[in-house]
């Protein structure tokens, strides 16, 4: 069936450091590809989304580029803030009717000053 | 209500008791939907629910979980007979278009069975 893998984390960084969090997924036909955030102590909110090949989504100075040949969604940020301290879940929409969202098991960043 | 609300935001009950959970949508959203997080495990997708269609229960872990909503709006989940692999934190969340994966969440409700 359609899955998300995500990298593991937790990631530490340093503010105004680069953040890469890779995401792949497999999927049987053309699906959508979301990427969530869960900030402490809230509820998951959408971050950004791409519904096709190529399509890039971007959303607080996150992007990211959903590549069909080498089934990737990776979210990046050029300059990452301590406010960016959450989890982020990536997830993948399987475009048929009835269907519902499947998450990657999410990755936990955190940023000091 | 501005957002999708869930309630309790925290349960502790005995192993053998059974909760109900609570969710209510935001106003005019078809679809609803639980999950639960569990540490380590991401967000299993328990079961779906849009406008006056059948449920998706596929994701439901064993017969001693079901949910219902009512008048397309509230829904409630029940767990019978809790077991100590259910503590979780059941997250709900609503969506106004079908069919597609922008949800809304609720902060969710933290049942711990003891």
């Known amino acids: 069936g359609d899955s998300v893998t995500q990298m593991e984390g937790p990631v530490t960084l340093s503010e105004e450091a680069f953040l ?3 995401c792949t997924y497999t999927a049987t036909g053309y699906p959508s590809l979301f990427w969530y955030v869960q900030y402490p102590g809230e509820g998951l909110q959408l971050l950004l989304k791409a519904t096709k090949a ?4 971007s959303n607080k100075g996150f992007e990211a580029t959903y590549r069909k040949e080498t089934t990737s969604f990776h979210l990046e940020k050029g300059s990452v803030q301590v406010s960016d301290s959450a989890v982020y879940f ?3 929409f399987p475009n048929q009717a009835g269907t519902a969202l499947i998450f990657g098991k999410g990755t936990t960043l955190s940023v000091s000053s | 209500g501005a957002g999708v ?3 309790p935001s925290n349960k502790v009950t005995e ?10 949508p935001i106003s005019g959203h078809t679809a609803l939907y639980w999950y639960r997080q569990s540490l380590g495990q991401g967000l299993e997708f328990l079961i779906y629910f849009q406008g006056n269609s059948a449920p998706d ?6 017969d001693r979980f079901s949910a219902e909503r009512t008048g397309g709006s509230v829904s409630t989940l029940t767990i019978q007979r809790t ?4 503590s979780a ?4 969340a609503s969506s106004a278009y079908r069919d597609t994966g922008e949800l809304f969440f609720g902060e969710g409700s933290r049942l711990t069975v003891l």
């Open chain 2, 89 to 92: 934190v059941y997250l709900c």
């Open chain 1, 90 to 92: 990536c997830a993948l």
């Open chain 1, 20 to 22: 890469t969090i890779n």
């Open chain 2, 15 to 24: 192993k053998g008791k059974d909760v109900e959970l609570r969710c209510d």
């Open chain 2, 83 to 86: 077991q100590q692999e259910d």
């Open chain 1, 54 to 57: 190529d399509d890039k989504g």
């Open chain 2, 57 to 62: 229960k596929s994701g439901l872990p064993s």
């Open chain 2, 5 to 7: 609300s869930q309630s």
